[in-house]
């Protein structure tokens, strides 16, 4: 099991560039969620998919969108980038089926954006 | 809102010594999860333990326990016999009922490790 996959690992760009991000979940897992880390602080929630549609958003403008494929892989698109963007973000996959077993979330490694 | 407080950004700790990590929330829910998470160098975020707040029972996976208080809204970890791989970041975090839904993290602690 390849656990949570996200590539690139490290990007560099330009202010008010787009970039995509990808991400495959943990095999077994229909749920994607993905979190931005600045340095030194904790991730902040982004948005969530599951079933191929948003289900869940943070506090985070229209710039950030994304995507779920039907095999659950997910992409979050970051448009006209500002400074401010650059942070390690995260992609975290689970599963919405409790039923009595583990629900905790798995991390990917995380792609580093740096924004100049 | 659901909020996930760390008051320690920085501990130290000797090998084989006992740390305790602190974490306070604040939530309106009655039924929700609560994780530490440890983020070493390598950046990946690895699950330490979680606590079901319907279980009274604190939660134990090994050298790692927590002390939750769900009427204070604590939720403190404890590492016993501290390892030098034990160093990194140490995140609190706070789910709802519902699985998959957003996890609402701490600004974590850095522990070091000293031998």
């Known amino acids: 099991d390849a656990g949570v996959t996200q590539s690139p690992t490290h990007l560099i760009k330009t202010r008010g560039q787009q970039v995509t991000l990808r991400c495959s979940p943990k095999?077994?897992?229909?749920?994607v969620s993905w979190y931005q880390q600045a340095l030194g602080q904790g991730p902040q929630f982004i948005f969530q998919?599951?079933?191929?549609?948003?289900?869940q958003r943070g506090n985070f403008p229209d710039r950030f969108s994304g995507h779920q494929f039907p095999n659950y892989s997910s992409e979050l698109n970051v448009n006209a980038l500002l400074l401010g963007d650059s942070a390690l973000y995260l992609c975290a996959s689970s599963s919405r089926w409790t039923g009595g077993m583990n629900t905790e979330a798995f991390f990917g490694q995380g792609t580093r954006l740096t924004v100049v | 809102a659901q909020t996930v407080t760390q008051s320690q950004p920085e501990m130290s700790v000797q090998e084989a010594e006992t740390v305790t990590l602190s974490c306070t929330y604040d939530t309106s829910e009655s039924d929700y999860y609560l994780f530490w998470y440890k983020q070493p160098p390598s950046r990946q975020m690895i699950l330490v333990i979680r606590q079901e707040a319907y279980k009274q029972q604190n939660a134990t996976e090994n050298r790692f326990s927590v002390n939750f208080q769900k009427a204070a809204k604590s939720f403190s970890l404890k590492i016993s016999d501290s390892q030098l791989g034990d160093a990194a970041m140490y995140f609190c975090a706070y789910r709802g009922p519902q699985a998959g839904t957003a996890l609402i993290f701490g600004k974590g602690t850095t522990l070091s490790v000293s031998s």
């Open positions: 095999s077994g897992h229909d749920t």
């Open positions: 998919y599951y079933e191929e549609e948003e289900r």
